[in-house]
C-alpha cells in the first residue's frame, strides 16, 4: 500500500475518532446535567441515569486508542513534518491538556462521585458533597470541550 493511501486511512480514521471522541464527552455532559436534575428529586432515576453514562467512558476509551493510532501513522508516513508546524504543536497541547486534565481530574472526580452517590442511596446524607463534585465535573467537561474545538479550529486552519 502506498504511502498516499495509507496517510488518508489514517486521516479518515483520526478525523472520525476525534469526532467521536468529542462528541461522546458532549453527550456525556448533557446526559451528566440530566443525572444533576433528576439526582436531586429522584435518586433512583438519577441512578439510572449514571449507570447510562459507563457506556460513553468505553466508547470513548476506544475512540481515543484510535485516534492516537491513526495519529502516530500519520507521523509515519510524513516523516513528523508536522511536527515543526505551529498549528500542530498547539494542538498537541490541546490534546495534552484533555488527556492531564481527563487523568487527574476527570478519573478522581468520577470515582468520588460514584462513592458518594453510594453512601448517600445506603442512607448517609452526601447530597452537598455530589452536588460539589458534579460541578466540579461539569467545569472539566467544559474545559476538555473548549479544547476539542481549538483541536478542530487548528486542524482547519493550519498555520505555520
Known amino acids: ?14 478525523i472520525t475518532c476525534i469526532t467521536i471522541v468529542a462528541g461522546t464527552t458532549i453527550v456525556d455532559q448533557i446526559i451528566f446535567r440530566q443525572f444533576r436534575k433528576k439526582y436531586a428529586i429522584d435518586k433512583q432515576g438519577g441512578m439510572a441515569i449514571m449507570n447510562t453514562m459507563n457506556y460513553w467512558v468505553r466508547v470513548r476509551g476506544i475512540g481515543f486508542l484510535f485516534l492516537i493510532l491513526s495519529g502516530v501513522g500519520m507521523m509515519a508516513v510524513v516523516n513528523g513534518v508536522f511536527g515543526e508546524q505551529l498549528w500542530f504543536r498547539i494542538k498537541m497541547l490541546a490534546f495534552l491538556g484533555i488527556i492531564l486534565v481527563g487523568l487527574i481530574f476527570g478519573g478522581r472526580s468520577q470515582r468520588r462521585l460514584k462513592r458518594l452517590v453510594a453512601e ?4 448517609q446524607v452526601r447530597t452537598h458533597q455530589i452536588e460539589e463534585v458534579s460541578a466540579r465535573i461539569s467545569t472539566f467537561r467544559l474545559i476538555v470541550i473548549a479544547l476539542f474545538l481549538i483541536i478542530f479550529i487548528l486542524s482547519v486552519f493550519r498555520f505555520t
Open 1 to 14: 500500500m502506498g504511502g498516499q493511501n495509507l496517510f488518508n486511512i489514517s486521516l479518515v480514521i483520526h
Open 120 to 123: 448517600d442511596m445506603a442512607g
